[in-house]
């Protein structure tokens, strides 16, 4: 199974969307070797329509009878709402070169896609300037994972509280600020509380607006906002 619904956004100029479908067919692999699922969601990609819930796959190299099975399944799902439905439709059929609204299409998807950059490349930046924190670069989805480097007494209050310390330390960002993060906890990262190694990360979406998430320089003596 193969998820592609970030293949639109990537922000850095040294990296590129490879199709896993692709890179199988040019190495010789057809639908005899090798089995693959690719899936897309129109809540996801470049556009960002995190409300609208709809989707697409591709299936290749499964038999009739898998098929078969799938197809029943699908008959027996509840539709999306229609919105989610008609923006499906979109993904699937875009318009193309020679249509009237190509050009405009593509202006607008690439505006788009240059304003997630910039958030993304802001987003890093701020989080790097912040004590106990490191962000790596944003290459690509709609999430930055910074990093929190967490004293020991921090970890305790958070064992205390019966918490790993990235839930904790994303509660207590919830109450003092509204802002809402997800642990990184849930994202199988290499474990903090029993290995010297171990790291702790949030995951923040880099959707909202540039006028919201606006660096903004500190003077001297103060923090970023």
Same mark, same amino acid.
């Given at each position: 199974m193969y998820l592609q619904v970030y293949q639109d956004n990537v922000y850095v100029e040294d990296r590129k969307f490879h199709s896993f479908k692709k890179v199988a067919r040019s190495l010789? /692999? *057809?639908? +005899?070797?090798?089995?693959?699922?690719?899936?897309?969601?129109?809540?996801?990609?470049?556009?960002?329509?995190?409300?609208?819930?709809?989707? /697409?796959?591709?299936?290749?190299?499964?038999?009739?009878?898998?098929? *078969?099975?799938?197809?029943?399944?699908?008959?027996?799902?509840?539709?999306?709402?229609?919105?989610?439905?008609?923006?499906?439709?979109?993904?699937?059929?875009?318009?193309?070169?020679? *249509?009237?609204?190509? &050009? +405009?299409?593509?202006?607008?998807? &690439?505006?788009?896609?240059?304003?997630?950059?910039?958030?993304?490349?802001?987003?890093?930046?701020?989080?790097?300037?912040? &004590? =106990?924190?490191?962000?790596? !670069?944003?290459? =690509?989805?709609? /999430?930055?994972?910074? !990093?929190i480097h967490l004293p020991a007494a921090a970890i305790k209050a958070a064992k205390a509280e019966g918490m790993s310390p990235d839930l904790f330390y994303a509660c207590r960002l919830l109450?003092?600020?509204?802002?809402?993060?997800?642990?990184?906890?849930?994202?199988?990262?290499?474990?903090?509380?029993?290995?010297?190694?171990?790291?702790?990360?949030? !995951?923040?979406?880099?959707?909202?607006?540039?006028?919201?998430?606006?660096?903004?320089?500190?003077?001297?003596?103060?923090?970023?906002?």
């Amino acid at each position: 199974m193969y998820l592609q619904v970030y293949q639109d956004n990537v922000y850095v100029e040294d990296r590129k969307f490879h199709s896993f479908k692709k890179v199988a067919r040019s190495l010789g /692999y *057809d639908e +005899n070797d090798i089995s693959i699922v690719s899936f897309h969601s129109v809540s996801m990609g470049f556009s960002g329509e995190c409300g609208r819930r709809g989707g /697409y796959m591709e299936i290749c190299g499964f038999g009739d009878d898998v098929m *078969d099975e799938i197809r029943k399944v699908a008959s027996v799902t509840l539709c999306p709402n229609i919105g989610g439905q008609i923006l499906t439709s979109l993904a699937m059929d875009p318009p193309k070169l020679g *249509d009237g609204c190509f &050009e +405009n299409f593509m202006a607008e998807k &690439e505006d788009i896609r240059l304003s997630l950059a910039k958030r993304a490349k802001t987003l890093a930046s701020a989080f790097s300037s912040l &004590e =106990g924190m490191t962000c790596n !670069r944003v290459e =690509g989805a709609i /999430y930055a994972f910074p !990093r929190i480097h967490l004293p020991a007494a921090a970890i305790k209050a958070a064992k205390a509280e019966g918490m790993s310390p990235d839930l904790f330390y994303a509660c207590r960002l919830l109450d003092a600020t509204g802002i809402a993060v997800v642990p990184g906890s849930g994202f199988h990262q290499v474990s903090g509380r029993n290995k010297a190694t171990g790291t702790w990360h949030i !995951r923040c979406t880099i959707l909202p607006g540039e006028d919201k998430i606006k660096l903004h320089k500190p003077q001297a003596g103060q923090r970023p906002e």
